[in-house]
């Protein structure tokens, strides 16, 4: 079945280290993939993507990595600060032209000051 | 920058009343959808809409739920008979495409919390 989800529910990273969140997928089909971020008391908010026939993207202190071949996806986000303490989210849509983005479960990151 | 905006924030309601939902998807977007978050969980996907039809819909969304685009910027969601289940945020979202020939990221709201007594 289709699924996306995430090794890890937590994560605590120190100010200014890097922080890395994972997710696994299981839906060979999806071919585009997003990453959002979730304050409290917020809608998730875009933060990258990256389609299937990209392994890597990068933003502003983001980089997203995908890897078809164990069908798993991270997201990297350099010199964490304070602000980016929030729930991770990954989603992916279909290759078959479905009309909906699935979530995984989420990884809340707590930055440490 | 444009947003996608709901209304209310928070909506109460008593058990087996109707409610509706009320979302301005971002002008130029051309697909709308529907999702929910129970507290602490992921976000589960309702219904998706497209050139004024529901293009897909979950198991969750069932003779309940309907979407509706009564005019040129609203979309409604609107839970006809309402359960304690039914408890939780609802998020709209829009983008400019969706499908095999064009992806592009969803924009959300910042939701409605719907509590259910």
């Known amino acids: 079945g289709e699924s996306v989800g995430l090794h890890l529910p937590t994560l605590s990273v120190q100010e200014g280290d890097n922080s890395i969140i994972n997710c696994a997928y299981s839906n060979s089909a999806s071919d585009y993939f997003i990453w959002y971020k979730q304050e409290s008391g917020k809608g998730p908010q875009f933060i990258i993507d990256?389609?299937?026939?990209?392994d890597k993207r990068q933003g502003q202190r983001v980089t997203v990595l995908l890897n078809k071949t164990v069908k798993h996806l991270s997201l990297q986000i350099a010199a964490t600060q304070p602000g980016d303490s929030a729930v991770y989210f990954c989603a992916e849509n279909r290759a078959d032209g479905g009309f909906k983005t699935i979530f995984g479960a989420g990884t809340r990151l707590f930055v440490k000051a | 920058e444009p947003e996608v905006t709901q209304t209310p924030s928070h909506q109460v309601t008593q058990m087996g009343q109707e409610v509706i939902l009320r979302c301005v998807p971002i002008s130029n977007h051309l697909y709308f959808y529907w999702y929910r978050q129970i507290l602490g969980q992921k976000v589960e996907f309702l219904v998706s809409f497209y050139n004024n039809e529901i293009s897909e819909k979950s198991e969750i969304f069932d003779d309940q739920f309907s979407v509706e685009r009564p005019d040129g910027s609203n979309f409604t969601l609107k839970i006809r008979s309402t359960k304690l289940e039914d408890s939780a945020m609802y998020f709209c979202a829009s983008t400019l495409g969706q499908g095999r020939s064009y992806n592009s990221p969803l924009h959300f709201g910042n939701g409605t919390r719907l509590t259910v007594t």
């Open positions: 990256i389609r299937s026939n990209m």
